[in-house]
DNA sequence: CGTAATTTTGACTCCGCTCAATTGGCGTGG
DNA sequence: CCACGCCAATTGAGCGGAGTCAAAATTACG
């Protein structure tokens, strides 16, 4: 809601000032900048001042488009770029020497990825679209030299640095001491409040990603995630049909990430 | 916490001060610059130039002692500096609501403590000394300041944040799709390898955390950690007396954290 | 429209947990 | 110095939650 309503005040005020939109040449008129984003808010250039939004225009190098089932990146590919999330939902996942394969997040619009090649100069896990996507690609040079200028960014790079960190170490909470229904109930309670930063519906969803995807995350096999499902279902909790997902009862759902048996 | 805003006058005043270290009152005497530490190549001056390294000694502007049992920092704490360990073992935990508690990660000497706190303004995660310890105190924005003079320390923050999130992901993959022995094994190496890096012995070391504590951090029950380290010894793998671990085999180790089955 | 992929559900198994008792180590105080 | 108490670690017995294997149902997609 609130996303929705900044979104269109940005518009507005983008279409008058004093150089509107059409007048710009043709390759960049269906392009958003930064400034007139709607996700700006929960981007790169969070809290940022509009002057320092426009040098911020220079970041974003170009848009890449990824199709459902294409890697954004994979495991070992050379670092040379962060990517902010435009349009879709992405899984990030490494895969151990057999085939095992962890996914580590689900990221939506206004996340960033690569965030794990900033410090090996290679990426270490796979970004795999779960739709068609759109991603802002920011170089990370030029990252960090808008960052010595804007001391904003810089700071807000660390945040989201950090912030990420912070999520890891609850994943790992999750992992190592809750039980399987807890660990979906949290995920399901996540994926809810990041959708409504979104402005979209708290309670009724689209999964984008299989059973198996989500054991993965939640270390659990998709039978096991599958039954939960149907046992959610049964206690009230949800209304599930297939990938598609309504939360019936919050309270509930807290309750069961809450409850300690 | 009152001690540290009246170090960071101190430190102001110091700072403005053009002259070189040995003329410092004696109190610094016994004190050890970042560029006489033994700990530099693995802490955060890691690769820096001389003259980057007399700069980043205005970043020191106390060592505090933690004893064992006691906490560096509380989960809540405002966040006002980053702390690098000269001396001594911690151990980092989230608690949950009720009593659980989750370790997220055992830390040692020229690792970088409180890295949780930057994004929120508030820390995270307890950090507790796992036995008699010593920090250098690093206040972030200072951190930041001098960050903005030396792109190199930028880079390596950067670095060093994203390499913990590349960790992070790797002990989710543990807990998530990696079955008790292997857990183990690969703890043990891990540590090993930490070991190797300070100078001590790769197969010879004290354990400074409980079977609680292994167990908290790698998603299993103390009960089990002591059976495995029991099962490891008799297949000759390790010789274990209480907290003292002889690594036997290093390549029967790896092997268990290979094996599928 | 047909084939492959995903999801659901059931039956059974087993790894790691729970509960419980015992041993061992270590610091404290008599 | 030893005795005591406390905490950590070990070990056993039995259980249960999630995994495994298998088959059927449903859906997605070329």
Not at 209 to 227: F, H, P, Q
């Amino acid at each position: 809601m609130q996303a929705v309503i900044d979104f269109q005040s940005a518009r507005r005020t983008q279409s008058t000032a004093s150089l509107p939109t059409a007048s710009l040449p043709n390759a960049r008129k269906f392009e958003v900048t930064c400034a007139a984003c709607n996700l700006r808010e929960m981007c790169l250039p969070q809290g940022l001042s509009g002057a320092e939004l426009q040098r911020m225009e220079n970041l974003v190098y170009s848009r890449r488009k990824v199709k459902r089932g294409e890697a954004l990146f994979r495991a070992g590919d050379k670092f040379a770029a962060i990517y902010a999330i435009r349009v879709g939902f992405f899984k990030t996942a490494l895969l151990h020497g057999d085939g095992r394969e962890q996914v580590t997040g689900f990221q939506m619009p206004g996340e960033l990825l690569g965030l794990d090649g900033i410090g090996s100069g290679a990426h270490a896990s796979n970004a795999v679209a779960l739709e068609d996507c759109e991603v802002c690609v920011l170089p990370f040079g030029l990252v960090e030299e808008i960052s010595r200028e804007i001391p904003g960014l810089q700071r807000h790079l660390n945040s989201v640095l950090s912030r990420e960190i912070v999520r890891d170490h609850g994943v790992m909470m999750l992992l190592g001491s809750m039980r399987a229904e807890e660990r979906l109930a949290v995920f399901l309670l996540n994926l809810s409040k990041r959708f409504i930063r979104r402005g979209w519906s708290a309670s009724d969803f689209h999964l984008r990603m299989t059973r198996d995807e989500i054991g993965s995350y939640l270390g659990l096999k998709l039978e096991t995630v599958s039954r939960l499902f149907s046992k959610f279902q049964a206690d009230g909790l949800l209304e599930v049909n297939q990938k598609h997902v309504r939360i019936a009862d919050i309270g509930g759902l807290e309750k069961v990430m809450g409850a300690v048996h």
